[in-house]
């Protein structure tokens, strides 16, 4: 299991053209109940994440190849599931600038980051935006922990700015 976590970096390092982006994380081992016996089995879980499809279909590929090439090595077999497959969230460029717009009336200008870099988040609203064409925006929380951070503390105060954008880009969008 160690050598297969190890080996599975290098498909970012390796495998995937660098000026792409991969990120193949292993975030969950479990194997055995006993400290001095070995375990019959072990499972891996873990993500991967890309910003486009090919290079999600090149890492998943040798995610099986080496999974299973490892563990022939050490006299053993892999089974690969892929489970809540999530696609890039890739935004429509002419509904973000009209979300960003709509964020601006609300926040101001000021308080609006338009050029955000992609960054490797996992998000089930990528599975509409490949259906149709839509923006995915962040609501601003302030100084705090990022999310999935166990110091993370939502700030209550942003509520009303969410509310307030959410109204505001429905009757933007649907005019009576």
Do not use: W
Request: contains cysteine.
């Amino acid at each position: 299991a160690a050598q297969t976590i190890m080996a599975l970096q290098t498909i970012a390092s390796r495998t995937v053209d660098p000026i792409e982006a991969v990120v193949v994380s292993t975030c969950m081992v479990r194997a055995g109940e006993a400290f001095n016996v070995i375990p019959d089995t072990v499972s891996l879980t873990g993500t991967i994440r890309t910003l486009s499809e090919p290079v999600r279909a090149i890492a998943k590929r040798r995610l099986v190849e080496i999974a299973e090439g490892t563990a022939k090595v050490f006299g053993a077999s892999a089974r690969v599931d892929f489970e809540g497959d999530v696609p890039a969230t890739i935004n429509d460029p002419v509904k973000t600038e009209f979300a960003c717009g709509v964020a601006r009336e609300v926040a101001g200008a000021q308080n609006v980051i338009d050029d955000m870099r992609p960054f490797m988040g996992a998000e089930d609203f990528a599975h509409m935006l490949n259906r149709r064409p839509g923006a995915y925006i962040l609501l601003g929380n302030g100084n705090s922990a990022a999310l999935h951070n166990a110091a993370y503390n939502f700030n209550d105060a942003a509520i009303p700015y969410g509310v307030s954008y959410l109204v505001r880009l429905a009757e933007t969008a649907m005019p009576a």
